[in-house]
């Protein structure tokens, strides 16, 4: 690679390895050095890895039809203090298209279709979600669909499957949804209440799997119990120091302190339904 500048390459890269994508994509323009040597591939997975390295998932990707504006938002938020707004992105794909966020890996947004209807989870380059196994025909005692994590390897491509946390109920698939929280794969088993004929749930339980692929390691963490505020009509997601995003009995998007169990109001309200969340960050690949 050869940058074409005054200042020694090795300077020149260590500079730009700090500079953010969109300011990458702008200096493309400066000389047809400064092209070559942002889009070659060296300088692209160098940059990858020193945003990893220093990646804290501080920005999270919000999709939701918003309440107040009448549209679908897909936004950019900074995951501090503060849930403060950065930056709207334009999606090819609109809710009504049934394409929903599965995950992002290097800065590429993968999406699943309608065929699996709660949250997912990427972790370990794998797609996981809840499935079942079907009651096995052969026994001679009636047996009822067994729930379990179901996963497709990204880079094998083939399937998989993971045992739940044992002990508990898991007739209902409805009332179980996986997401990751602190790069660990997450169950959210919720129990469900009846309020004005609309389905909410009052209790939720907070299981990760502490080692990979080992089910007798699933823990169970929290127990989120917001009954008194109406219930809980989805939960999203966890945030960077481990709050919950939860949508309310009333579409409204707040933040729940788990270890404190408080809520924090974000002033977001929005189809319920339409609301996904997943941590963000960008990258050279494919520019």
């Keep these: 690679m050869s940058g074409g500048s005054d200042l020694p390459e090795e300077i020149l890269i260590q500079i730009l390895l700090k500079l953010p994508v969109k300011s990458l994509v702008r200096f493309r323009c400066v000389s047809k050095s400064w092209d070559s040597l942002i889009t070659h591939p060296s300088f692209v997975s160098l940059h990858l890895r020193h945003a990893m390295a220093g990646h804290d998932r501080s920005v999270i990707l919000l999709r939701h039809y918003s309440l107040t504006q009448r549209k679908e938002r897909n936004t950019l938020y900074l995951d501090g203090e503060s849930f403060l707004e950065h930056q709207e992105l334009e999606f090819p794909l609109k809710t009504h298209d049934t394409y929903y966020l599965a995950g992002s890996c290097n800065g590429l947004l993968c999406f699943s279709d309608y065929i ?29 669909p067994r ?40 169950l959210l088993h919720c129990h469900p209440m009846e309020e004005d004929g609309h389905q909410l749930y009052g209790v939720c339980w907070v299981w990760v799997m502490k080692e990979y692929g080992a089910a007798d390691s699933w823990t169970k963490l929290f127990t989120i119990n917001i009954s008194e505020h109406g219930g809980i009509g989805r939960i999203l997601g966890f945030r960077k120091k481990g709050d919950a995003l939860l949508v309310t009995h009333n579409d409204e998007l707040v933040s729940y302190d788990l270890r404190g169990q408080r809520i924090s109001r974000l002033g977001l309200y929005g189809v319920a339904r339409s609301f996904e969340v997943i941590p963000y960050m960008d990258c050279l690949i494919l520019v």
């Design 147 to 186: 729930s379990i994590v179901v996963l497709f390897d990204m880079q094998d491509e083939v399937f998989g499957e993971m045992e739940l946390p044992k002990g508990g109920d898991y007739a209902n698939r409805l009332n179980l949804s996986l997401a990751v929280h602190q790069d660990l794969i997450c």
């Design 116 to 144: 699996i209807n709660n949250l997912q989870a990427f972790v370990n380059g794998a797609i996981h979600w809840i499935g079942y196994n079907p009651a096995d025909r052969r026994l001679k005692v009636a047996s009822s």
